[in-house]
């Protein structure tokens, strides 16, 4: 099952290293606290989460801005529990989850070892749809930014996954190509169907179990990268 010829490996930063459902969770906790917001968190989680997951296709889908996913996301859970917060709360949280969501940097069991064994084998990289202020504070806090040459962001490139201008963009930086690379990532449609578009070959994160076609490489624990790298 090992992939020859690969010298560059590609890793998407959250959903794949950084748990960023648990890290968000603890961000909104404190949030929360920070600025009286009386509510579940259980609750506000269960509904917040597939109305984020809705807002990041949109923006994927270049259908919203920033600004649109940062308060929409929030303004749709509190509507959906009907829980009453004024606007100016609603932009109080999201400028305040950005600030403190790079204080909490827990990683997918497995992340740092699976790192400390393919750095010897291959130059690592980072490709991202997440905002760029924030991405590179999540890979200083959790000190694992050593681990890899480039990191592509989809803010520098202008376009966001799956486009195939950023993964392009990612292999020029690397000074890399489609027949020595592979990309890693949990999203089936941005990070692996985006990348065997382009001709890059991909395994999938499946952390969540999401049916997958047979033909997808596929891993449901890091560690189990090293049956392919």
Request: include cysteine.
């Amino acid at each position: 099952m090992k992939i020859n010829n690969i010298s560059h490996v590609f890793f998407d930063l959250d959903h794949t290293l950084w748990d960023f459902d648990k890290n968000s969770g603890l961000t909104f906790e404190k949030i929360f606290q920070l600025n009286s917001i009386d509510t579940n968190l259980k609750e506000f989680l269960e509904v917040y989460e597939p109305i984020n997951f809705k807002y990041w296709k949109l923006y994927r889908e270049e259908k919203i801005e920033k600004s649109k996913l940062r308060f929409g996301r929030l303004h749709d859970a509190f509507n959906e529990l009907k829980v009453i917060v004024k606007p100016s709360m609603i932009y109080k949280l999201s400028e305040d989850y950005i600030t403190h969501l790079c204080t909490f940097n827990h990683l997918f069991e497995g992340a740092i070892d699976i790192l400390e064994y393919l750095k010897p084998k291959y130059q690592l990289h980072i490709i991202t749809n997440g905002f760029k202020e924030v991405q590179q504070g999540k890979l200083n806090n959790a000190n694992i930014d050593h681990y890899f040459s480039t990191v592509t962001n989809s803010e520098m490139v202008g376009v966001k996954k799956p486009n195939p201008k950023i993964f392009n963009h990612a292999l020029d930086l690397a000074n890399a190509n489609t027949t020595n690379s592979i990309m890693i990532g949990d999203n089936l449609e941005a990070d692996i169907l985006g990348a065997l578009e382009v001709g890059l070959d991909a395994i999938c994160f499946n952390y969540h179990n999401e049916s997958l076609n047979g033909e997808v490489k596929h891993v449901d624990n890091l560690m189990d990268l090293k049956q392919f790298l």
